[in-house]
């Protein structure tokens, strides 16, 4: 006879980050930016990383995006060893697999919103068709159509963010990185765009990692942890 016992289903986390060690320079004017930094999130978790300025929260997102490589130290992205990675397999690997959010937006000045939406998609040779659709969709569920045509320089803040994360989220990433969104813009325009990232991880379980000095911010998130000195100190 079977067991009638169910067995949990067992799903690998999104992200594991392993005795991660980031030194910039050398010898005397070495600086050790991550000591021994050890992280794990799980699939449709929203995490955010606090610590003060310095304490290595830029460089680990990063490294996590595999646009750096640990000085020592293994990270591994849904199964793959992002650090192991050449510069070319880790800029696929990225294109597919990972949509970053800056504090400054990085949007391209001259181009409209629904053509900076479209950047991803272009760069990963997806058919014209195909990027109409999957723009408009991502335009539309941040509450962006209206604003398609128009350049950055049109929007607010806020808009700008959100462009920013319609872009982020338009080639369906499995992780969300988000390193200080927030932090150029006021309390109203935070709110909307944490509640758009939050929309983002539960309607359809995606990963989120968000680096942010801003407690409101931080509560949006399943979970804070903390860097300091280059170590999570509540892991
Ligand atoms: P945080 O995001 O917590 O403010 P960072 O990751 O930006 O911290 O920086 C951690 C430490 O590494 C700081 O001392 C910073 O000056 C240094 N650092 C960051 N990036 C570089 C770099 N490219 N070259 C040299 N030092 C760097």
Redesign the pocket.
């Known amino acids: 006879m079977t067991s009638a016992i169910p067995v949990p289903a067992m799903t690998a986390p999104a992200v594991v980050a392993q005795h991660v060690q980031k030194v ?2 050398s010898g005397s004017a070495a ?1 050790w ?1 991550l000591r021994d930094a050890s992280l794990t999130v799980h699939a449709g978790e929203f995490v955010a990383i606090m ?1 003060p ?7 680990l997102l990063q490294l996590l995006a595999g646009l750096d490589v640990p000085t020592a130290g293994t990270i591994v992205l849904h199964g793959r060893c992002v650090s192991a990675m050449s510069d070319d397999q880790a800029t696929a690997f990225r294109r597919r697999h990972v949509g970053f959010v800056y504090q400054s937006f990085n949007l391209f000045a001259d181009l409209t919103v629904e053509e900076n939406v479209a950047v991803p998609l272009m760069l990963d040779g997806s058919r014209p068709a195909e990027i109409r659709v999957r723009v408009a969709d991502a335009l539309a569920r941040l509450g962006l159509s209206g604003r398609r045509e128009h350049t950055p320089g049109r929007l607010s803040g806020g808009e700008m963010q959100r462009v920013a994360i319609a872009r982020a989220l338009v080639s369906e990433p499995a992780v969300i990185l988000a390193d200080e969104p927030t932090g150029n813009l006021d309390s109203a325009s935070s709110e909307r765009v944490l509640r758009d990232l939050r929309r983002a991880v539960d309607e359809t379980g995606r990963t989120a990692i968000m ?1 942010t000095h801003d407690p409101a911010a931080a509560a949006h998130a399943d979970r804070i942890t903390r ?1 300091r000195d280059g170590v999570f100190v509540d892991a």
């Open positions: 910039y320079g600086i930016a610590g300025s310095g304490s290595g929260k830029s460089t680096v860097l």
